[in-house]
Each structure stands twice: as structure tokens, then as C-alpha cells.
């Protein structure tokens, strides 16, 4: 007889098995063009069965990127928020080119308020900058008060505060990513990683490293 402890444990198995498909499947083909039904499928499922687990496929969109976050915080050998961590994210970025650029579109139709993501990259990136500003604040000017909000406030033009600072990196990271996928050759693999040396290529991490040098004392 299987107790309510191992539904539970099926179930959750179940799910993490559509959202590692799903992971593979939007990566590859792109959202818009991949199915819920193939994703069925190759999980061994029924399509009603998948939408029991989750409610549309922009749901499962939203908790795949979701998970796929929370795994690669899990796995970074850089711990914390700060400039290495990030540096760390778009280095690993660059072997996972389907991932990029399923982020890169979906964040881009996401600022649409309709969009079943746009909460979610919302909430993510003032995470993201909120963080990543704390972390840069321990690594301030002397003279600059220690119990200031990095986020409050507008700050004067010029000033690199950490809250500053933190959205310029964000957004060169992001923007690094695009132009990489640009780069990459047509007619190629869409999923299969880049060579920074070949034609078009270069090193996000690299360019961003050099960005962080330019903009972040050192410690």
C-alpha cells in the first residue's frame, strides 16, 4: 500500500522530472516553439497530467527558470552575491548558449505586466541588485555611512554608489549575453557552446571582469 509519504515523494520526483524536460526542451527550441505535449512525452506522461503538476505553460516556464536559478546558486563554487559570484554565472553561462538565450528572450517579453514571468524577473532582479549592492557596500569608501540603504535614494550624477554600480554590472552582464548570442555563427547547433576564439567570439567573462576592474576598487 503506498502512504502519503510516498505519493508525496512520486509526486515531487515527477516534478522535477517535467522541469528538468521542460529545462531541455525551451532551451533547445525556444519557448514558443517547443509543446507541453512533447514534454509529456518524453517524461511518459499525459499532457492533463502535466498541467496537473503545473497550471499552463507559462507557469512551467516561471518554475523552470526558477529552478534552474536556485540550482546554479547551489552548484557555484563562488559563494555570496558579489562580483565574483556573478562573474562565475556568466562564465558558466557561456557552455549553456539554449539557456542564455531563453532568458535573455523571456526577460524581454516579461516587462509586458501581463506576462506570466514578468513577477518573477521582477523580484529576481531587485534580488539580484540588492544583493549584489550589499556586498559592494562592504567594500566602500571609508567615508561613506555605513547605515545608508545602498538602494535609497537617487544618487548624484557621477557617483558610483553600490546600488549604481550593482545595476550597471547587471546590465552589462545581460547585455555581454546578448551580444553573444549575436555573435555566435548562424547555422549552428543553437544549444551547443561557443568557442570565445573562433569567429565572432569573445569572453563575457572576460569583458565583464575588465568592467568590475574599471568600477570596483579594490578590497
Known sequence: MTTARGRYAKGRQRREQILDTALEVFATGGFHASSTREIARRVGVSEPTLFHYFGSKQ??????????????????????????????????????????????????????????????????????????????????????????????????????????VARLLLAAADGLQVQWLLDRPPGGDPAAPADPAGPGGFDMAADLRALVAALVPPR
Open 59 to 164: 507557469a512551467l516556464l516561471v518554475a523552470v527558470l526558477q529552478a534552474r536559478d536556485e540550482r546554479s546558486a547551489a552548484a557555484r563554487a563562488e559563494p555570496g552575491t558579489g562580483p565574483e559570484a556573478l562573474l562565475e554565472t556568466v562564465r558558466d553561462n557561456g557552455s549553456e548558449p539554449g539557456l542564455v538565450r531563453l532568458y535573455a528572450v523571456t526577460s524581454a517579453e516579461a516587462t509586458d505586466p501581463g506576462h506570466a514571468a514578468h513577477d518573477w524577473f521582477a523580484r529576481r532582479y531587485d534580488r539580484l541588485r540588492t544583493a549584489l549592492a550589499a556586498e559592494l557596500e562592504t567594500g566602500a569608501d571609508p567615508g561613506a555611512d555605513p547605515g545608508a540603504d545602498p538602494g535609497a535614494g537617487a544618487a548624484p550624477a557621477g557617483e558610483l554608489t553600490p546600488d549604481r
